[in-house]
């Protein structure tokens, strides 16, 4: 039973577009989610989160958009780059008294010249 | 300059036949994770280490273990690897544990993972 599901394996954006990377997740009890983006031979790097609070958080050429009452998140890159090109996590933190980060299977994000 | 390191970065094993992974921090940090990540899924934690205190996840099989003699260093052992364990093996840090108020604060630091082949 995934709590955090994406459900593109994959996705393929021209350079200087935009790329969208979508999430949707189950348990009503996560406090924030989180993405994180991973290169071959690399473990996963911590790239931006939002509170459960929050709509929108953004970071530079990185958006997040949270919408609480569709359980949906959203991560924005604008505009995209080939060094963006890698595969995108979602994850969610369950408050359990530490940091327990329930992972989506991601997304690998291709941006061509 | 590396922060979480995995040693080896590849594992092969024979089915049946003991195998330990080691995960080393120059972090500090406090939490210790594992993680084990198949082909095309979704990461999933194994257990987690507070300082000495070790903690399982409900549905980990009693096939893994874990050892933390230290701070810096953590180690996975595979009892009895089976062609179903074979898998990344994701190490990961934080610094701390959180309480229900706090802010997202430190995130998880992961290393670059063991793969362990199965034959």
């Known amino acids: 039973d995934q709590q955090v599901k994406q459900n593109s394996p994959s996705l393929s954006v021209q350079e200087g577009r935009i790329s969208i990377l979508n999430c949707d997740y189950t348990?009503?009890?996560?406090?924030?989610f989180l993405w994180y983006k991973k290169y071959p031979a690399e473990g996963p790097t911590f790239l931006i989160s939002i509170s459960s609070i929050k709509d929108k958080n953004e970071d530079g050429r990185f958006t997040v958009f949270l919408n609480k009452s569709a359980k949906h998140l959203s991560l924005h890159i604008v505009p995209s780059q080939p060094g963006d090109s890698a595969v995108y996590f979602c994850a969610a933190r369950e408050n359990t008294g530490f940091q327990k980060l329930v992972f989506g299977t991601g997304t690998r994000l291709l941006v061509s010249p | 300059d590396a922060m979480v390191i995995q040693n080896p970065r590849y594992q092969v094993t024979q089915f049946g036949k003991p195998v330990t992974l080691s995960c080393s921090q120059t972090l500090n940090h406090n939490v210790m994770y594992w993680y084990q990540q198949k082909s095309s899924q979704a990461p999933k934690l194994l257990f987690h280490?507070?300082?000495?205190?070790?903690?399982n996840e409900a549905d980990t099989p009693d096939n893994f273990q874990s050892r933390r003699p230290n701070t810096s260093f953590c180690f996975l052992d595979i009892r009895s690897p089976g062609l179903g364990d074979a898998a990344m093996y994701l190490c990961a840090t934080s610094r701390s544990r959180i309480t229900q108020f706090s802010g997202i604060g430190e995130t998880q630091y992961f290393g670059p993972g063991t793969r362990l082949l199965v034959l």
């Open positions: 280490y507070y300082d000495k205190d070790f903690n």
């Open positions: 348990n009503s009890m996560f406090d924030y």
